[in-house]
């Protein structure tokens, strides 16, 4: 079968909905083991508060506060990749979207539980709206991180909406009566008509044009929680465009990951070929370029004068307690990758896996090394403090990262894992490109 | 052998207390009396007094005593709210304005000198003034950082409204044309 048929992207895409099997429960068993560790590990913490973590009166943010901006980082990376592609009507982008979408919405969700966590005490967390300073950074983290959330849903599900009719109407009398549902409610009646395509695009354009600057956002105020402190190391100008940067390559890195994941578990390398990795990667190489230099004119600068909390952290980070961290994500999480996604020849999937695999890691530790020796370092004339995470914080965060394949995987047995609408959008001649309703979009009738 | 090492203890012993006897026997007892009036400008709070004698009734003059206000701060303590020298009567005078209405503790403490040993006084205040509250002043950059969360306030529900606004036109969009034949021009 051609593999740019109609029925060869219907196959691709839906086979997956609804079917079980050895590999999707043994995945789901795992993956749902590791969740649930972390979830004891967290009413554990909740039962016996903070003291069982690794937090202290000096160190209070440690693996939460990081996971936290790591996750929500990755989320973004997803969003952007998918709103970017689209605004620039990159051809290429089409069986990526979707999971670059949905890889966003997952990540949030895991990354914007963090903040909770690290309180301690949850139910505090209503503090925050009963009381809310508006001149503090806090609350509009709280809002940003909101707003977000509902514009990446939203966009998640407006090109879905075809979709989801398509599997309506060629999956809907096999289909159990609960996706029966969930598709006839979500397919909001989609029939392909050139009324419902020009809502449609509408609808996306808005959401890729406002998708952009809400991740911005979203990134700066998190930076900002940071930079508005006098802590060494914090209290930078270009921390919100720095965070904005890492974000954007850690998500670009993560998608990567998602995308060889997910084209070897469902069979789409018809689909998504060397060419796409080469294409992601070239994206990787530029904002890792452009992470390279944010990360030199923000230690050149603040190194040259040196001054007494600033320079004592870059001491550390440079040649002392942190060094060997630090100079592990510069040379194996930063520069190794980016040569080797720049690398040209053979091997372009599995180098570009390889290079996000070390940039996933290294823009985590990044992460550590923003927060821990920030908070260290200690302001007034006292010792440095230290931080030594405990099982606890280890089998949160392991559970939350479990919690976005799996979220991947449970969403993927109800919706189809590429945009078959957009597929055909973007093969189609360009006078085609508009016309109303392909054949299948109306199959209903 | 034995019995004379223990004699000699005893003695040096003897000796010991009578060298530390009569120090001892030089410091007198003093003691303060110590009383809060409402100051000349009831604006400036209560002039608190402590009277400082011995205890045959000789004021004991050119001494210092400090005084406290004892606060909950983590806990109960002494915060110093001043010192004061007495005068030939015996008398040191502190102006105090509280930092609160209410009942307020005052101690005045003096701390002994070469013949007198340290004594000290407390004192229950029913405060009626108290300092006005402290105001910082408004910096430079106060105009734009007062308005600039309503100005993001402002832009946040607009975003809110922007997404809102693509997903019900969508949504609309979409259940509209559900209901047009397809193959119209909707």
Redesign the interface.
Known sequence: MDARTHAAYVERAMWQIGKGGLRFWGSVAMLGAIVLFGLYAYVYQLQRGLGVTGLNQKVSWGFYIINCVFFIGISYGGAMTSAILRLTGAKWRAPLTRLAEATAVAALLVGAVYPIIDLGRPDRVVNLLLYPQVGSPVIWDVVAISTYMVASVVFLYLPLIPDVALARDTLGASAGRVRRTLWRVLALGWRGTAGQQRALRRGIGIMAVLIIPLAVSVHSVLAWLFAVTVRGGWHSTIFAPIFVLAAMLSGVAAVILVVAALRAAYGLHAFITAKHFRYLSYLLIALGLGYVYFMISEYLTEGYVAEETSGAVLEALFVGQYATTFWTFAIAGLALPLVLAALPGRFAIARACVASTLIVGGMWLKRFLIVVPGMADPIMPWDWGRYSPTWVEIAITVGSAAAIPLLLIVFFRFFPVMSVHEMEEVEAPAEQAHAPAPAFAGGAE | MIRGVTLALAFTAIAMVSLASPAAADHQRARVTLSATPAAKVEQGYLISAICRLVDGKAIGNATVKFYDVVELFGEREMYIGSATTDASGTATLLYLPAQVGTRRIVARFSGSEHVGSVESRLTLEATVAAPAYHAETPGLAIF?TRV??A??VV?LA??A??A???I????????????R?????
């Open positions: 950082s969360p309503y993001v306030g946040v975003v809110w922007l997404i606004y693509a997903f036109s969508t949504a609309r969009g979409v259940k509209t044309g559900a209901r047009i397809k193959g119209d021009t909707a």
